[in-house]
């Protein structure tokens, strides 16, 4: 094998170190008998700047290499290798790291045709104004409610209903008066 071609090589990421941005890798023909393999720069696609993002590398990730200048010593990662027929996981794309964002200057879009779902601890939405369209939407939770709230339609509930204290199902009315008399407020 010649090793200062300019042509790709397949290596094995030993290990990745994120807070340098490199890694440590074992490729055929140059590392063997070095089980902790060499030291290799990262590459990063257009449009990944690694001052402004990080990608999660795990040791023991098939990769392709390159050699700076052609120099053997200055491995750098630039691909995945692919694992072929009944090995790569299809239809699905997977995004993993410790912390994502998804950041854009006027709109996000997340469009599905069966579901969509998000799963968390704690699900925070910040927005000015928020509009939910649903033919019918359930809400499997306690909720608690601050501010004013408009509602065009009937309320159902098949409990009971309490406002300012009183309960809808049993309150009572003192003062009870025969006729077009006007009882007591409820207690």
Do not use: C
């Not at 340098?20 to 055929?28: D, F, G, K, L, N």
């Amino acid at each position: 094998m010649n090793l200062t071609s300019p042509f790709l090589f397949p290596a094995v990421l030993v290990s990745y170190d994120k807070n340098e941005r490199t890694a440590m890798v074992s490729i055929a023909g140059l590392t063997d008998g070095v089980p902790e393999g060499i030291h290799a720069m990262i590459a990063y696609p257009i449009g990944d700047d690694d001052l402004d993002t990080e990608r999660e590398l795990i040791a023991g990730a098939d990769v392709w290499v390159f050699f700076e200048q052609g120099d053997t010593t200055m491995p750098v990662v630039a691909f995945y290798r692919r694992h072929g027929k009944s090995r790569a996981v299809t239809d699905v794309r997977r995004i993993r790291q410790k912390n994502i964002e998804l950041l854009a200057r006027s709109r996000a879009t997340i469009k599905a045709t069966d579901l969509i779902e998000i799963a968390g601890d704690t699900v925070t939405i910040n927005a000015v104004n928020m509009t939910i369209n649903a033919d019918n939407l359930t809400v499997n939770a306690d909720i608690k409610h601050t501010g004013n709230q408009k509602t065009t339609g009937k309320i159902t509930a098949t409990t009971d209903v309490n406002g300012g204290g009183v309960s809808l199902k049993s309150h009572t009315h003192p003062g009870v008066k025969n006729g077009k008399s006007s009882t007591d407020k409820p207690n």
